[in-house]
């Protein structure tokens, strides 16, 4: 009787603690999608239709409102979110009932319903990068802009350049002093490439006008010989003397005779 009582004790005991302990919090399970996505383990047939949800999306001060599958996931979701906040998937963050929301985990097994609100963040790291691009492009597109300057200057530099070849190979000697004056502008126009900092297709541009600088000081320096071989065209104005008039013999009065 007493073994009995016992026994009955025992499983009134542990039927008590079944019910009064609180069940654990269930982990996530997950697995691997055929694309190599890892998403949410599903306890139930993924293969019935899925309703859609109308999902509320808080941006900043920004309001979104998109319709998407109750069976897709958050990474899914960030997805659709690229085309109304423009920024890329991996620069999202989505913040579901307080908590960041991973991209296999699905919409439904989150607790996600129609007309559920969901926060999209921008990822700091990407901001950080972002800024860094903006500055990269902005100082590209100001050496860009710059080295046009430099090959608009180079363009007219290198007009007086041929002006003067031509000049010197028809025989005409040209004053050194315009020479010297090409060579030191085009020196000028060299040292502001120097002081360019360029990159990708900046730079090439910036070698290609350097290129062009040196090849008119090259052509200036052997127009310079040339000039110098040049013997200068000597005008003399020659004058032509005349010999003084004759002298007209003295002039005769024709006296003419009265009558009366």
């Known amino acids: ?15 008590s603690e079944a019910t009064t302990t609180t069940p654990r919090e269930e982990e996530i399970e997950w697995e691997m ?29 920004i309001r979104y409102e998109i319709s998407v599958s109750s069976q897709s996931t958050f990474g899914e979701m ?25 991209n296999g985990e699905y919409l439904d097994m989150s607790g996600v319903k129609d007309r559920s609100k969901v926060i999209l963040i921008e990822d700091p790291s990407s901001r950080e990068r972002r800024i860094i691009e903006m500055r990269r ?7 860009h802009r710059q080295i046009n300057d430099i090959s608009t200057e180079v363009d007219k530099l290198a007009e007086q350049v041929s002006a003067i070849e031509k000049s010197i190979a028809n025989g005409n000697k040209v004053p050194e ?15 502001k490439l120097d002081t360019i900092s360029t990159e990708g ?29 040049i013997k200068p065209v000597i005008v003399t104005t020659k004058w032509e ?5 004759p002298l ?12 009366d």
């Open 177 to 191: 002093v315009q020479i010297t004056t090409l060579i030191e502008m085009l020196m000028r126009q060299a040292v």
């Open 137 to 143: 492009n902005a100082k590209i597109q100001t050496a």
């Open 33 to 61: 999608r055929p694309g190599g996505m890892l998403v949410q383990k599903r306890t139930y047939n993924s293969d019935s239709q899925a309703p859609n949800l109308r999902i509320r999306v808080a941006h900043g001060t």
């Open 78 to 102: 960030k997805k659709l979110l690229t085309a109304e906040s423009g920024l890329e998937p991996g620069d999202q963050r989505l913040i579901f009932r307080g908590k960041e929301r991973e």
């Open 241 to 245: 003397t005349f010999d003084p008039p």
């Open 1 to 15: 009787m007493i073994k009995r009582r016992l026994n009955f004790n025992r499983r009134l005991s542990e039927s």
């Open 201 to 229: 297709d900046a730079c090439a541009t910036k070698n290609l006008q350097g290129k062009r600088v040196q090849k008119c000081v090259e052509a200036l320096d052997a127009i310079k010989v040339s000039n110098a071989r």
């Open 248 to 259: 007209l013999p003295p002039s005769t009065t024709t006296q003419w005779e009265f009558f």
